[in-house]
């Protein structure tokens, strides 16, 4: 039976895609590429020595996932050591964050994997100077109405994103790992602090900040489009970086930035599918961890069920239920409830005016004969 628990089954063990019949690739081809983890069953099938036993059918989808990813993982390097250069020039040092910060480190999840962006993360005191110089070089944002710059601005853990205007490629530059508003976002020297250099010359997280950010940005999320994938990241960061004290060391980073239930659901998700067997230290945590009854219900309810890759051959209506509860939790917890009310009342008055006149109708006006 296809389903969210089957596919995790064959990513980590792709021995099992030895017994699939060529319309069940055909579907499991479907899906995963619909979250972004086809070229990782590629290396996990490669790893495994199973890929050239697969059908021809399945290898020709498996490694044309493969070298999609590798352009992009050069186009990721290229542009990361652009940026980086760049904002040296203003003695600027980032971090780069999640897939762009996996590939740069050459990690196992950042085999295989596309990502739609780059992230970077900077103080708050170097952000107006790092965005001055990318935008005097060729990097711009995209016009925004007022009430949206307010949101980046003062409630936001970043600026507007950034584009390249000659290469399109997407850059999000973040002073913190979550919202300030949320009044959750942890002292980010914590992050800064924790960083590796790179073969290329680049700052990345350490391997368990790394994992730590990995599960907050996940289980902080509203969006769960990518959260299979985003799951199948932190297995394999435990699995590349796993040594006696990993866990413990994550459920003390989790405490220590206040992001315990964050850490709590990370580990039940890895269990409920099957990718990791739970040391003491964690059955541990997991056992005299206090949660609430509301927290229960929304783990079973809304969050286990909505790593459910968002493609016509899995969503039910069970799922499409579970993701728009997680879709919900995730703007609840980030602003307190006044503002949450407000955000929400402003985007949806947004989203109607610009049905009826345009999505572009109130954007400035160029002059009628424009001085270049």
């Not at 652009?82 to 085999?111: D, H, M, P, W």
């Not at 205007?165 to 942890?186: C, E």
């Not at 939790?329 to 949450?340: E, F, S, T």
């Amino acid at each position: 039976m296809l389903n969210t628990q089957f596919l995790y089954t064959l990513l980590v063990n792709p021995k099992l895609g030895l017994t699939l019949s060529l319309h069940e690739w055909q579907n499991v081809i479907f899906v995963l590429r619909e979250a972004k983890l086809l070229g990782s069953l590629y290396h996990t099938a490669k790893q495994a020595s199973c890929y050239d036993d697969y059908p021809d059918y399945a290898q020709k989808h498996l490694f044309s996932a493969q070298i999609y990813a590798q352009r992009q993982a050069q186009q990721i390097t290229f542009e990361s050591l652009e940026i980086r250069a760049l904002l040296e020039q203003v003695g600027v040092t980032a971090v780069f964050l999640k897939g762009a910060g996996y590939t740069l480190r050459n990690s196992l999840n950042g085999r295989g994997r596309v990502c739609s962006d780059i992230d970077i993360l900077v103080t708050k005191e170097n952000l107006p100077k790092a965005e001055r110089h990318l935008k005097s070089n060729r990097w711009q944002s995209e016009q925004l109405n007022d009430y949206d710059e307010k949101y980046y601005r003062q409630w936001a853990h970043e600026i507007p994103p950034l584009f390249q205007i000659n290469r399109a490629t997407v850059l999000d530059m973040h002073h913190n790992v979550y919202l300030p508003i949320s009044g959750r976002s942890p002292d980010i020297d914590l992050f800064l602090d924790s960083r590796d250099k790179t073969e290329s010359g680049c700052f990345v997280l350490n391997p368990r900040l790394s994992l730590l950010h990995s599960i907050i940005h996940l289980f902080t999320n509203e969006d769960s489009s990518s959260w299979m994938r985003d799951l199948f990241d932190i297995y394999l960061l435990a699995k590349e970086f796993n040594d006696d004290n990993l866990w413990e060391d994550i459920i003390e980073l989790g405490n220590k930035t206040n992001f315990q239930f964050e850490v709590y659901c990370c580990l039940k998700a890895l269990e409920y599918y099957s990718l990791m067997t739970l040391d003491r230290t964690s059955k541990k945590f997991i056992e005299g961890f206090e949660v609430t009854k509301r927290q229960s219900w929304i783990l079973e309810n809304a969050i286990l069920p909505a790593f459910c890759p968002e493609h016509s051959l899995l969503m039910t209506n069970k799922i499409s239920r579970a993701k728009n509860l997680a879709y919900l939790r995730g703007h609840w917890i980030k602003m307190p409830l006044g503002v949450l009310i407000k955000h929400f009342t402003f985007k949806s008055f947004f989203a109607v005016r610009d049905q009826i006149v345009g999505k572009h109708h109130f954007d400035p006006k160029l002059p009628d004969n424009p001085n270049w």
